[in-house]
């Protein structure tokens, strides 16, 4: 006999696993400082581009036309500059981005991961990202599986913790047996 049954569908919501991933945490922490750290850059940059912009309308009456154009060409190089540093750090192919991307792979492989394994456990047919560009007009709570997800990458984490663990005990066991 053969049974039939219904497509089994459920949904996650990314923003709310990421927010509450301990490593995702810490990952934004490092890029945000990062990223501090290049907007103080750009600010000390432009406030030495500011400050020779003063200084030359302020001399510009003791200077030769000369001096006044190479002053306005080193300004003009500068902001240039700036402007490229600016595009490296937080343009669209920049820094923030790249490291953003680089920092945060693993941890959407893992929730990938983690999908493919409660998917196939609690056989699901389809499994939609609620803050993902697919239009989702109802969804019902229950179908909501984010807690499973986040309690499937704990127990990973919490696994690979303590056979790190493991590990350290085996070989400082073994380093007590080479001593006796």
């Not at 400082?33 to 309308?57: C, S, V």
């Not at 389809?126 to 986040?150: C, E, H, N, P, T």
Request: hydrophobic share 30%.
């Amino acid at each position: 006999m053969n049974a039939q049954r219904g497509v089994k569908i459920g949904y996650i919501d990314t923003e709310y696993i990421l927010e509450n991933l301990q490593e995702y945490k810490q990952v934004s922490t490092r890029l945000e400082e990062k990223a501090k750290d290049w907007k103080k850059e750009i600010e000390d940059r432009t406030r030495k581009i500011e400050q020779k912009k003063e200084a030359l309308n302020s001399e510009r009456i003791l200077l030769t036309s000369e001096m006044i154009e190479e002053i306005e060409e080193e300004i003009s190089f500068d902001e240039e500059e700036l402007n490229e540093y600016q595009q490296k750090r937080f343009g669209p192919r920049g820094d923030l981005i790249i490291q953003k991307q680089q920092l945060i792979q693993p941890i959407q492989d893992q929730i990938f991961n983690a999908i493919k394994e409660l998917a196939k456990s609690k056989n699901y047919d389809f499994i939609f990202d609620k803050s993902a560009d697919i239009v989702m007009l109802y969804s019902d709570r229950r179908y909501d599986i984010s807690d499973q997800i986040l309690r499937t990458i704990s127990r990973a984490n919490n696994r690979r913790k303590l056979d790190s663990r493991k590990e350290k005990r085996e070989i400082e066991n073994e380093s007590l047996i080479d001593d006796s």
